[in-house]
């Protein structure tokens, strides 16, 4: 299959740069982008980009290519109270919406109190946990009041701000804002067609100065491979693919492969209630038995980093390596046997007659993933362990999470409370959605995240983070893999391209365009 692929790029790009739809990439003030995945719908308040780099809307921060927070929408970084209790954010001066109507401290306000709103399915209301209201003190100024002192909140303001005269009134889960939006963002939408594509123009009125790529068009390709075909036939200016689809542009004329760092981890959640994995000593020995290094060096050609929490590397005031899980067959051995899950005389290890499966199941369109969940399973088996791969839906991975073990994705390079508190606190075990799908639960990994987020103190959080690390590896929750390096092909016809580390999420948002409104074309 791999090679039908390989042969399908390398014989598209010898073809001419027509798409398929008799469309052209010429233009250096237009881009097409092959993107991995769609979003559900463009509302900040139900959780689109809540991280900022969002094209449509801007949030009261933003970050440089450091990822050092900035004045955004607040004209300086919002301030907080010596006891972390009160934020207080001073807006920017005639700022208007893309239909002209002026940005107020009203509009924060109603962003904030809707992601509170229970009535509202904001997919983001856990980053405000702390929150208890927000007031406009006055129509540039807006005051956060928190119930106790979260240190990260400045992180949290990076979220879009919605005009509150669009909104007020209307049911916000199906509003038509939400395929139709309006914001202060340097982009407007100009049209989506679901499952296909969506069109961006330039917003020439945006208070950080008119964009010089003037349209944007986004076609949504969730096939790896199909991706990479459509790439080659000319049919995209950009895309992102597996590090050894991208190598087929190696050297190519008028292309370049950008590697961007990031801190987007793949991991094995290993169910925590499924019987033969609810034992730390099992869970322990999966870690040890993993060869992360083989993955990185033949799964993502290099391009890569091993990972032992959802801590990355790159978060580097934080990051604790000695809690990190070195290759060890011999102990991860050991470790089974003393769990009573002993081989029997065909290799296959069992206890009291029950024998030790582990499903691994991944999301078939995605083939960074598959070959992940193969490489796991075959390390996983070599210890004795059933470990049957199965192509699946994210959908039947979240149903399927107390049986099998599957192959997720997230991360981010902000702070390690977004990084790890909703994925490992126990209080989020057994909650819908993309939390604690592990069903983990450990008291001192909680007392750490909690300790940790309240800290205003950086050496206390440094501390707590430390013990929360040591904690989890001793009693880890999932067998997490890699830390992704993200690899773009881009036809070499801008400049601008800033090196960022990025998260999990890199569809139109915090990907190589990240700051896609400042690129020129080259001349």
């Known amino acids: 299959m791999r090679r039908t692929v390989f042969a399908l790029v390398a014989a598209a790009l010898v073809a001419s740069c027509s798409s398929p739809d008799g469309s052209t990439t010429a233009s250096a003030t237009s881009i097409v982008i092959g993107a991995g995945s769609e979003p559900e719908n463009l509302n900040p308040v139900l959780g689109y980009a809540p991280d900022g780099a969002a094209k449509i809307f801007d949030g009261l921060v933003a970050r440089d290519a450091s990822l050092a927070l900035k004045p955004a929408l607040a004209a300086e970084l919002p301030t907080a109270t010596a006891d972390g209790l009160t934020w207080t954010a001073k807006l920017r001066k005639d700022i208007t919406f893309s239909d002209g109507t002026p940005l107020t401290a009203d509009d924060v306000v109603f962003t904030y109190k809707s992601v509170l709103d229970k009535k ?37 303001l990076a979220l879009g701000i919605v005009p509150a005269a669009k909104l007020t009134g209307q049911d916000l889960n199906s509003a038509a804002f939400n395929t139709a939006p309006v914001g202060t963002g340097p982009y407007t939408v100009e049209s989506w067609r679901k499952g296909d594509r969506m069109v961006l123009k330039a917003n020439e009125k945006y208070w950080g100065g008119a964009p010089a790529v003037k349209s944007v068009t986004v076609v949504f390709v969730p096939d790896d491979n199909a991706r990479a075909t459509r790439m080659a036939a000319g049919e995209f200016d950009g895309t992102v693919l597996p590090p050894k689809l991208a190598q087929t542009y190696r050297d190519k004329s008028g292309y370049k492969i950008v590697r961007n760092p990031s801190a987007d981890y793949r991991g094995l959640g290993i169910p925590s209630e499924l019987p033969f994995t609810s034992s730390p000593q099992v869970r322990r020995a999966i870690n040890l038995g993993i060869n992360r290094q083989a993955m990185i060096d033949a799964v993502l050609a290099g391009s890569g980093k091993p990972a032992s929490t959802p801590i990355s590397p790159y978060l580097k005031d934080w990051y604790d390596e000695g809690s990190s899980f070195r290759y060890d067959v011999a102990e991860a051995e050991k470790l089974l046997d003393e769990a009573g899950w002993r081989k029997g005389a065909d290799g296959k290890r069992a206890k009291d007659g029950q024998p030790a499966k582990l499903p691994v199941l991944y999301p078939a369109p995605d083939v960074l993933r598959k070959e992940l969940a193969l490489a796991t399973a075959s390390d996983i088996a070599k210890l004795g362990i059933d470990a049957p791969v199965e192509a699946t839906t994210f959908e039947i991975m979240l149903q399927r999470r107390k049986e099998a073990a599957a192959v997720w994705g997230g991360g981010d390079p902000y702070d390690p409370d977004t990084a790890a508190y909703t994925l490992l606190h126990s209080r989020y075990a057994g909650q819908d959605g993309y939390v604690n799908m592990t069903l983990y639960k450990n008291s001192t990994v909680d007392t750490a995240l909690d300790t940790a987020r309240r800290s205003l103190d950086p050496a206390a959080r440094k501390k707590a983070y430390d013990e929360f690390q040591k904690a989890y590896a001793a009693d880890p929750g999932w067998a997490f893999l890699v830390f992704l390096d993200h690899t773009y092909v881009l036809r070499d016809k801008w400049n601008g391209q800033e090196t960022q580390v990025e998260p999990h999420d890199h569809g139109l948002v915090h990907a190589v365009w990240w700051n896609l409104e400042r690129w020129t074309p080259k001349s």
């Not at 005051?143 to 400045?154: I, K, W």
């Open 120 to 156: 509202v399915n904001s997919t983001i209301a856990s980053r405000f946990d702390a929150l208890t209201d927000v007031v406009a003190k006055d129509p540039a100024t807006v005051e956060f009041t928190l119930s106790h002192a979260y240190a990260p909140f400045a992180q949290q």
